[in-house]
């Protein structure tokens, strides 16, 4: 069970959280519960951080960011001592949970989740902080913003977990972001694949390292609400959206509980901005001068255009990158203009990707002919496309976002009907 920052803001929430954790173990499950810091507590502590050295040593800063958790693990134990249970916090050194890679946005290696185990099955529960871990030289590391997730999903996998709940401020997964489109319907469950595609494209449900790693390790994953009764059942008889392997799909299918849809969900990001290199040389070469230093200075590149040549033998390059990028990879284009040989760039940060997603475009053709045709009609125009094999993104002007996510829910029959909403 894996509760996020708003679940764990005070005692109170602590004390529901406790209360869910304790009905859960009393249903007859070894239970093992990973936490986050108490809701802007890791931005407290970063500013510490910054007002203490602007060039802090990342090595020191997990030491103090990584301190949030560890507070509300502690409390968590505590809580549920009180309420009669065996409960105890468990810190990432002591499991240990070893990672590897740079401070501040370390990779789980592995967990020895052997005396962790044992402790549950004398009917303790074990009280993880989320987000940390330990280097091979007995430091303590930080998996990156929203790392908690990540944690949870490689203790399970550690554990050999039936199911890993991620209880957090919404009580699933949602056709599209139900603040925009009151008819947005909860998905009974969503492939790996699909969550990943969601995640990358501005679902904030899950982080996506999180779920590439439940994909990799095979955990099935449920997304709760953790804002329920204190008299609510357990998490068995209180479904949110399961995220399962596409055969666990097939056979949920198979079982009449749901009916698969060629599309599964729209999604929504305004943190992309849109960079334009005029009169580049069509020529061998080029493009990888334009994107290498990006790619150097870990600068994401995501949708990239190439218009047709000019006559004398030039071309544009349109590309997008993440807002907060769009300074620094200004500054490094023209670092590099003589060696790209562009005349000049244009840059907006007016814009957004719409994204829609679904395995079932693997089997079924029309499915970008349906999105391109919806926003045509209502006048949208699209500056940018890029797809995989189970998602389509544009890219449109920002003022327009919600308009185009309500169109297209209409369009590939999302809406709840009105019994439902």
């Not at 009764?229 to 198979?254: F, K």
């Not at 562009?342 to 475009?361: E, L, W």
Request: net charge negative.
């Amino acid at each position: 069970m894996k509760f996020g920052g708003t679940s764990m803001a005070g005692t109170e929430r602590i004390r529901r959280v406790a209360n869910i954790v304790r009905r859960q173990q009393a249903a007859g499950d070894s239970v093992a519960v990973v936490v986050s810091a108490m809701a802007g507590e890791t931005d407290r502590l970063v500013n510490f951080c910054r007002e203490a050295n602007a060039m802090y040593d990342p090595a020191e800063y997990d030491v103090v960011v990584a301190s949030g958790e560890q507070v509300t693990s502690g409390l968590l134990a505590l809580t549920l001592q009180s309420l009669g249970c065996k409960a105890r916090s468990w810190l990432g050194w002591q499991m240990p949970i070893a990672t590897i890679e740079a401070h501040a946005k370390a990779r789980v290696d592995t967990i020895d989740a052997s005396a962790l185990v044992a402790a549950m099955d004398a009917g303790e529960i074990a009280v993880i902080p989320g987000f940390q871990g330990v280097s091979s030289d007995w430091r303590i590391t930080t998996l990156g913003r929203g790392g908690s997730d990540t944690s949870a999903v490689a203790v399970a996998a550690a554990i050999g977990a039936d199911r890993c709940d991620i209880y957090t401020d919404v009580d699933g997964v949602y056709t599209t972001d139900p603040r925009i489109v009151a008819k947005a319907r909860k998905l009974k469950a969503v492939t790996y694949e699909e969550m990943l595609e969601l995640a990358s494209v501005g679902a904030k449900v899950l982080q996506t390292r999180s779920v590439g790693l439940a994909m990799k390790e095979g955990v099935r994953v449920q997304v709760l609400s953790s804002f329920i009764d204190e008299d609510s059942p357990s998490a068995d008889d209180l479904p949110g959206t399961m995220i399962v392997s596409e055969a666990e799909m097939e056979q949920i299918l198979e079982d009449g509980e749901m009916e698969r849809q060629h599309v599964t969900g729209i999604a929504h990001d305004k943190n992309e901005a849109k960079i334009i290199l005029t009169r580049v040389p069509d020529k061998p070469g080029a493009v990888a001068h334009i994107f290498e230093p990006l790619a150097n200075a870990s600068i994401n590149v995501d949708m990239i255009i190439q218009n047709v040549g000019r006559d004398k033998g030039e071309t544009d390059v349109t590309f997008t990158v993440p807002q907060t990028d769009l300074a620094r990879a200004q500054a490094l284009l023209e670092d590099q203009r003589s060696a790209i040989g562009f005349n000049r760039i244009i840059t907006d940060s007016k814009i957004a990707k719409i994204s829609v997603v679904g395995v079932g475009m693997k089997s079924h053709a029309g499915v970008a002919a349906t999105m391109f045709k919806a926003l045509a009609d209502r006048g949208i125009n699209i500056q940018a496309i890029t797809t995989s094999e189970i998602k389509v993104s544009v890219m449109i002007d920002e003022d327009e976002t919600e308009l185009a996510v309500r169109v297209l829910h209409t369009a590939y029959g999302l809406d709840a009907s009105d019994e439902a909403a």
